[in-house]
């Protein structure tokens, strides 16, 4: 099981952040590589979150897979909401890197994150409606397909739904609760169940860390995240 390091960092341009991986004991001549020259420093890289966890490789690989409508081509910059790289990040099982424990712990930059998005959440809500997620789950080869109905400004995935019983990395403890009471052993939720996020409402559906605001979509094919940017 490879352990290593996990990062995000941010650049001058609002918006852009870069998520990547490196060893255990190269972490500090990577930061001062890309700080110092990434990307011929025309983006300014900042270090801001890290965090060693097990199974680094396959953690990246998903974070990957979550954003990939997000990444700017040929590199490893994503054009996403800083707050969400680092409340998934922190919900990993892991030990915290950067920056130091004693200086801001785990728990407060999860705290501090969720409440910066919840906050960019009322400043772009998603307008009452049903909304889709398909996403193929690589274990089994299947594909999900749900619907998540946003209500007053509440996510709720309704009873019946499908969802994947194999559970991945960045499931966070409350989201893993939720489904160990209302999803049955075939996969299928037995009641409405209410979310405060679409992200929260991804991960219960696909049983790991989920980037809702572009996973899941409109009739049309639109991530929600268009309604948070103020597009039609």
């Known amino acids: 099981m490879a352990r290593g390091i996990i990062y995000v960092m941010k650049t001058v341009v609002p918006g852009l952040v870069k ?3 490196t060893g255990l ?4 001549a990577r930061m001062y590589q890309l700080e110092h020259n990434g990307y011929f420093n025309v983006v300014g890289l900042k270090r801001v979150f890290a965090i060693e966890v097990d199974e680094y490789d396959e953690k990246e690989s998903m974070l990957d897979d979550i954003f990939s409508r997000s990444r700017v081509p040929n590199s490893e910059l994503f054009a996403l909401d ?3 790289i680092m ?7 892991g030990k915290q890197v950067y920056p ?18 919840q906050s960019n959440q009322n400043q772009g809500q998603v307008p009452d409606g049903s909304y889709f997620l398909q996403q193929k789950i690589k274990t089994t080869n299947k594909t999900l397909k749900a619907t998540m109905n946003v209500v007053g400004g509440k996510f709720i995935v309704p009873a019946g739904t499908e969802v994947s019983l194999v559970e991945g990395p960045g499931l966070s403890t409350g989201v893993k609760q939720l489904r160990d009471l209302y999803v049955d052993d075939n996969g299928v939720s037995t009641e409405d169940v209410e979310f405060s996020s679409p992200s929260s409402a991804g991960s219960f559906v696909t049983g790991k860390a989920c980037g809702g605001w572009v996973t899941w979509k409109t009739a049309d094919g639109k991530p929600i995240d268009t309604f948070r940017q103020g597009d039609d």
């Open 19 to 21: 998520i990547g991986k």
């Open 25 to 28: 004991n190269n972490f500090e």
């Open 82 to 84: 800083i707050d969400l």
């Open 87 to 93: 409340q998934l990040l922190s919900s990993f099982e």
């Open 100 to 117: 130091a424990p004693k200086t801001q712990t785990k728990d407060k930059v999860f705290q501090t994150a969720t409440t910066a998005i």
